[in-house]
Each structure stands twice: as C-alpha cells, then as structure tokens.
C-alpha cells in the first residue's frame, strides 16, 4: 500500500458467497488487527479499519473464482487472486521499504497438494529429475539421428521413473530397502557376547 486507507475485496463467482478471506494488517496508529472479509458475489466488501501495512492474507479453500483486493480510494488494484492458485501471496506483494544490503530473509512451509488445473506450475527441486528432462530435450526432440532419438527416448523414461519416486516419497509410498538378514538362518547361542566357552 502506498498510503494508509480502507480495503476492498471482490468475489468474481456466485459459489464463493460466503467464504471468508482473513488479513493480518497494522491498523492506522500501529495497532495489529485481524481483518475478516465475507465474499459476497459482484460486491465489493470494504474493511471498518483503515490500514497501513498488510502483512498476511488466508484465503478460502476450495475458491472458484477470482479474488480481487483493492485500495477503497480509488479503487488502485493491489492483487489479484486466481482460483487455481494455492499460495498466491509469493509474487503479489512487494516490500515498502529499502534494505540497504539487498538480503531479504523469508521463512516459509511446504506442504503438498493435488494439481487441479492443467496451467498449474509445479517446482521440482530433483536435479536427477531435471537432468533427464534436459537430456531429453537435448536429444529426444527435432533430431532425426536414429541413436539420438534413442537417447531421447531412455532420458524420457528415466525422468518418468525418477518423478514417480519423487511422488512416491512425498506421499509416503517409498519402497524400503530389503533387510539383507530376512530369511537368514541364525543358530541359537547360550553364551553372552564378548565370553568364550572353557
């Protein structure tokens, strides 16, 4: 926000009435509040509190349309939120102030959810999984060399098996090593490590 003034937010689809958007702000006077907005269809709701710092923002589950937070004055757009996205506050604000050493510390949560959409992005953070897809790129695609497209092809399926792992781990499927004992025979001993039989 540029200056301190009162907010609007607008729901864009009739299935979002009544879905609640909370706002963590510094009021006017530097008080922190908790801002609750109700969503209702082609409205525009206007917070009580006239505010000076937005720090936080929950929206909805399950939101169906797009979500729309605006200066009151004016109506200056501050943010746009899609329905497809899941964390939208990474990109739609920027900081008000200057920090001389250009180092910005963020914490964050992972957490792992379902693609709805077929536009969704979703980061890989595996260089096994990235690597085979370059390989595949690199050889697989505008190439006639019969030995290329085979390099293609095997980069291919490495990627798929190393994304399925990586899937697999995330939600708690991995297949564990074998005990290298099972199965093993073990003779019965009456003697305590570390003592010899007289």
Known sequence: MLAVGKLKVFCSNP??????LYMDVTAEG???????????????QESQER????HYLSLPEGRVGTVVLA??????????YEPWETVPSYRLFRLS??????????????????VEF?????EIGSRTVLRHAAEHLRYGIGTTEQADNAKGRSAYGDMINALRGLMDR???????????FAGRQVAPSNILTGYQRK
């Open 15 to 20: 299935k979002d009435d009544g879905k609640v």
């Open 30 to 44: 530097g008080i922190s509040r908790r801002l609750k907005f109700e969503l209702k269809f082609d409205t525009w």
């Open 51 to 54: 505010v000076s710092a937005i």
């Open 71 to 80: 200066e009151s004055t004016g109506l200056r757009v501050l943010s746009v």
């Open 97 to 114: 102030s200057r920090c001389p050493s250009g180092v910005i510390q963020l914490q964050g949560v992972l957490r792992f959810r379902e």
């Open 118 to 122: 077929d536009h969704e992005m979703v």
């Open 170 to 180: 995330s939600r708690g499927e991995a297949k564990q090593d074998p005990n290298p």
